[in-house]
């Protein structure tokens, strides 16, 4: 599991000093006003702060398991997807009938592994809300980038034809029941996943968790300092940081996990997934031009 890969340490700490510094700029303002007037806007205890904090505390953790539970149920989902688009790929390459000195059969199963290589390129594409035709354009025809450009979803007119590639080779005798049998396990499974990876990008934590909570969050660090400034006098400045930092520390975590498949430093790396296999498909053609590595920019490959 790579979860604690994707944690960017520096964009973590980037939205925990956005509310750090209101939050410490504000105790610091109202400290320096009750030094002056002595006069406090709030007379709060520690106790009804606990009582009002824990709360939230619990609401910011709560968000946190969540957002953790659909990222690692995301990361394990595509896992699994570009395992299965490889595995059906191998099974296509040792199954397929390739006999006679015609390069026909050949060709036909060559465009079936390609096509099966595009194919987490598209569903990277439609995951991200991105276009994907550089990336495919060295593995699919003319006809086929015009076909998946037309169509409403292009990963399931992709899945078509990869069946369709296989239904052709049956009939032409190039693969036998059984191999069909072990074949059509293998693309059931990558067409499950697919919708698996779909129903993850089209559903959300409750707007509660994901709306309400910051903004509770960012409240509750707001009246820290007007409540505490009373019982705490000059050390306000000090320790209203520390007291707004246990919450807001799990509500950034989980603002980071809350977006598996984007594009920031946080999310899954889809783009270095898609090319390894991709260049592992076309090894198991021969081929000797593979595409380049991909640099990593800032760092990752996403």
């Not at 504000?26 to 709060?44: Q, S």
């Not at 409240?219 to 009373?230: A, K, Q, R, S, Y």
Request: glycine share 6%; charged share 15%; hydrophobic share 45%.
């Amino acid at each position: 599991m790579r979860v604690n890969e994707h944690l960017d340490l520096g964009y973590l700490l980037g939205r925990i000093q956005n509310g750090l510094l209101p939050t410490t700029g504000l105790a610091v303002l109202v400290t320096v006003l009750w030094g002056i007037t002595g006069f406090a806007w709030l007379d709060i205890t520690v106790i009804p702060i606990a009582l009002i904090g824990l709360p939230v505390l619990s609401l910011a953790l709560a968000h946190l398991a969540i957002a953790y539970h659909r990222f690692t149920s995301a990361e394990r989902d595509w896992g699994l997807f570009v395992a299965s688009v490889y595995s059906l790929g191998d099974a296509a390459v040792s199954q397929w009938l390739v006999k006679g000195r015609s390069k026909k059969p050949r060709e036909q199963r060559d465009q079936f592994v390609s096509r099966l290589a595009a194919l987490p390129h598209v569903v990277r594409a439609e995951l991200r809300g991105i276009q994907s035709r550089d990336d495919i354009a060295s593995l699919l025809n003319d006809e086929d980038i015009e076909q998946l450009r037309g169509a409403r979803s292009p990963q399931l007119r992709l899945l078509r034809l990869i069946r369709a590639d296989v239904e052709r080779a049956v009939e032409e005798e190039k693969i036998n029941g059984a191999q069909y049998a072990v074949l059509q396990s293998h693309m059931m499974s990558v067409s499950q996943l697919n919708t698996r990876l779909t129903l993850h990008n089209s559903t959300h934590a409750p707007p509660v968790l994901t709306s309400l909570t910051p903004m509770i969050t960012t409240g509750l660090c707001l009246v820290l300092p007007l409540g505490l400034v009373t019982t705490l006098g000059w050390l306000t400045p000090f320790v209203v940081p520390l007291v707004a930092a246990s919450v807001l520390i799990p509500s950034a975590i989980a603002s980071s996990f809350s977006h598996p498949f984007g594009s920031h430093s946080d999310c899954l790396p889809l783009y270095r997934d898609c090319r390894e296999t991709e260049v592992a498909l076309l090894v198991l053609l021969g081929q000797d031009s593979l595409p380049r590595n991909l640099e990593p920019f800032g760092g990752v490959v996403r």
